[in-house]
């Protein structure tokens, strides 16, 4: 019986997380116990996370009705006020059709073209997939297409690699198209280790066959019978899609032998990572999935013309693979009606950090950084200063408030000395320490570093005790001149993009913040008050009552004072942890 | 290691018997099995697949989800990427370390949680993240801690 009322509830790693499971029981209590006829399903990420737990409610009452920021707690009035008195309380109402909520602004100023079943379709339901025009575009391929008409396609429509590098498509499969061989492999890259990014998590969480439609037609236009998914094991849940994805599209005859009836034939393996960030660059990819050490290799000679076990290879990133479902059912023009000349469609960007709306948006190449942060992300967190924006991960660099109106697109971010990256936007304002945000990545890279080059391996390591020295003040005069030196040196040494970017953060945010470094060096002061060697917490006489909150709170007993007399910390014992600060209800604790 | 444990692990070598490359898949479901990669399981590894013990040890040194020793019964990974970074993580660490008496990368004497920091968990708008097993939690606070860990 088609069910006219249906509640969909964010289920992918974020919504679980905020308690999105807990949430899902009391709607389900609830539809019990007051026998309300609705399918009740789970979905994948909306993008809005900053409001997460999200339901929608879609009924022919108030079309579709948008609740957020839920806790379990709420559930039973929300569901009673809108079935059982049908009068919906709005104060969690995100968006609707029929009963307002402002922050439907915060989609329309997005073009989700990726995300276009997130949030909309039940992950784990082929059908629905297929109801949004899923794998029409296969058919329309193995129907009407040959190879070199999809490769014609993708070329025109200018898709480029959204895994950082920003290859044009249609080139890359062109090359792989070329070389003949024996046999042929697509390979999608589902390895995202950018510490801040997630872009690839929701899609693979909540539309999987986006990815699957994608790499299938991808191998019909190469000439490839094999694929491997190689996703990293910290997503078990999208690990768990997939596989149910895969054994779906069986199923139904899209993957395996004579796919839709066609001479097509093409399996696909889901493949997990071991927890090296390493294997997201291609060659180590490759390494790990022939059961190697995932080191990097040489290139020329590219997977193109000889990748895993030496076949022709064409390996992409889930977000390139999931566009390309989209551009052959709409057409190339279509897509290159969105985003600027060179940069083509769109852009998913997870935007998080000291911003109001985190989470995940889709925007068409060329909106400015301005606003995707203040119109999209609704600006800075208690509205403080904006400082900087990181984008590309550990490879990327940090954007400062003078280039805020640089349009989003590949050329116009490598201007800036940063990257466009996969996707990781991390915004900072002024609380955040340059020279510390410049060493957190710095130790990412370093431990990740596979140790082949010399100069990645013992580069980054000379390059992290010198900041490690300077953000606990003891920072000498020309160590900026050798970071900067340092940071060449690697760049020009280093055989893969680990380390050829693992000095960007450095170099950029000397480029920018030289003013920080020179006040950790010269001055011994973290003007962000985030070092914990430049920082002191003092108690101030005038407003200290002797409550002894402070003392209390101490985990290591630094404070000493009698009840109601001024207390002192003891500054050879404090670990700057802030505790008594927190602690003190009249402001008496400051920091320096 | 007892019989049942070669019995294990013969069971994952017939699953993947004739497939090439499969080292890695081999690895992570013995270690599901056994709970960690003892010397014995890689020797006897290699002596079925022809695989030479170097370069199974080489494969399992360097990848960072496989584990030499046995850990506990839950795992517990705090996150430590940009966003949770930003959001004081460290915090959310010492916490931890405080409550389960544990140095980062250890477990606990009763073999009840391992504790370990990992880059990036991917749930950065509800920073900062910990994942328990397959459960993530977020917008944590340190006084959050004992609660959640009451629940195992």
Redesign the interface.
């Known amino acids: 019986m088609e069910n006219s009322v249906r509640i969909k509830i964010g289920l992918a790693s974020c919504g679980i997380a905020a308690g999105g499971l807990d949430v899902l029981e009391k709607v389900e209590n609830f539809l019990k116990e007051h026998d309300v006829d609705a399918q009740l399903d789970h979905t994948g990420c909306i993008g809005m996370c900053y409001a997460e737990v999200l339901m929608e409610i879609e009924d022919d009452e108030f079309g579709s009705t948008m609740y957020g920021y839920l806790n379990a707690a709420d559930i039973d009035d929300i569901l009673n006020a809108h079935f059982v008195e049908k009068k919906p309380l709005t104060e969690h109402i995100v968006f609707s059709d029929k009963l307002g909520g402002k922050e439907k602004e915060i989609l329309d100023y997005q073009t989700r073209i990726v995300l276009r079943n997130c949030g909309v379709i039940d992950p784990e339901s082929i059908d629905e997939y297929i109801e949004r025009s899923g794998y029409e575009a296969l058919q329309k391929v193995l129907k009407d297409m040959s190879p070199v008409d999809v490769i014609d396609e993708i070329k025109e429509s200018g898709l480029r690699g959204r895994g950082g590098a920003g290859f044009p498509t249609g080139l890359k499969w062109q090359f792989a198209y070329n070389n003949s061989a024996d046999k042929k492999y697509v390979i999608c890259n589902a390895d995202e280790g950018d510490p801040g990014a997630f872009m690839d998590r929701s899609v693979l969480e909540g539309d999987p066959h986006s990815v699957l439609e994608g790499m299938l037609i991808a191998a019909y236009a190469i000439g490839s019978d094999t694929g491997y998914i190689y996703c990293r094991a910290e997503y078990p849940l999208a690990v768990k899609r997939l596989r149910i994805a895969v054994e779906k599209a069986k199923e139904k005859g899209f993957l395996g032998s004579n796919i839709m009836g066609s001479d097509f034939n093409f399996d696909l393996t889901v493949y997990e990572g071991a927890g090296a960030f390493v294997c997201g660059e291609e060659t180590a990819l490759m390494c790990s999935i022939e059961g190697k050490r995932g080191m990097p290799t040489f290139r020329p000679p590219y997977p193109a013309e000889s990748g895993l076990w030496g076949k022709p290879t064409n390996i992409n990133n889930v977000e390139t693979y999931s566009n390309v479902a989209w551009i052959i059912r709409n057409g190339a023009k279509k897509y290159a009606e969105f985003g600027t000349e060179k940069s083509k469609g769109t852009k998913v960007f997870a935007l998080t950090g000291k911003i109001k709306n985190g989470g995940l948006v889709e925007v068409p190449m060329g909106m400015t950084l301005r606003d995707v942060i203040y119109k999209v992300g609704g600006g800075i967190i208690e509205d403080r200063k904006f400082k900087a924006v990181q984008l590309g991960g550990p490879s990327g660099g940090c954007i400062p408030e003078s280039l805020l109106d640089t349009p989003v697109d590949y050329d116009s971010l490598t201007k800036t000395g940063a990257i466009m990256g996969s996707g990781g936007m991390v915004v900072m304002d002024d609380t955040t320490c340059m020279v510390d945000m410049a060493r957190f990545f710095l130790n990412f890279t370093q431990n990740e570093s596979c140790g082949k080059c010399t100069f990645c391996r013992i580069g980054t390591k000379r390059m992290l005790e010198i900041l490690n020295r300077i953000t606990q003040g003891k920072g000498e005069s020309g160590d900026i001149e050798i970071l900067e030196d340092l940071s060449r040196k690697i760049i020009k040494g280093s055989l893969c993009g680990l380390g050829q970017t693992a000095p960007n953060p450095v170099l950029t945010t000397i480029k920018y913040f030289r003013d920080e470094y020179e006040a950790h060096i010269n001055d011994k002061t973290c003007p962000a008050g985030v070092c914990k060697d430049l920082i002191k917490y003092l108690i101030i006489e005038d407003k200290c009552i002797g409550c002894g909150a402070c003392k209390r709170a101490c985990p290591v007993d630094a404070i000493t004072g009698e009840k109601k007399e001024v207390h002192t910390i003891n500054q050879d014992i404090c670990t700057k942890c802030g505790a008594c600060m927190t602690a003190c209800k009249f402001d008496a604790v400051k920091k320096l | 290691m007892v019989e049942s444990d070669f019995d294990k692990i013969d069971a994952v070598l017939h699953e993947f018997e004739g497939r090439?490359?499969?080292?890695?898949?081999i690895?992570?479901k013995t270690q599901a099995q056994l709970g960690f990669l003892s010397k014995e399981a890689m020797e006897y590894i290699s002596g079925k697949t022809k695989?030479p013990v170097s370069?199974i040890y080489?494969?399992a040194t360097?990848?960072?989800?496989?584990r030499m020793h046995p850990i506990g019964k839950n795992i517990i990974?705090i996150c430590?990427?940009?966003?949770?970074?930003?959001a004081n993580a460290r915090?959310i660490s010492?916490a931890l370390y405080?409550e389960l008496k544990v140095e980062p990368g250890g477990t606990t004497k009763n073999l009840k949680f391992t504790v370990e920091e990992?880059?990036?968990?991917?749930?950065?708008?509800?920073?900062p993240?910990i994942m328990i097993n397959?459960?993530?939690?977020?917008?944590l606070t340190p006084s959050k801690i004992k609660d959640i860990l009451a629940q195992y």
């Open positions: 090439k490359g499969s080292l890695i898949p690895l992570q695989i370069e080489g494969v360097f990848y960072t989800q496989f990974r430590h990427g940009t966003a949770c970074h930003v915090k010492e405080e990992v880059a990036c968990l991917g749930c950065c708008s509800l920073a993240v397959d459960k993530a939690y977020g917008r």
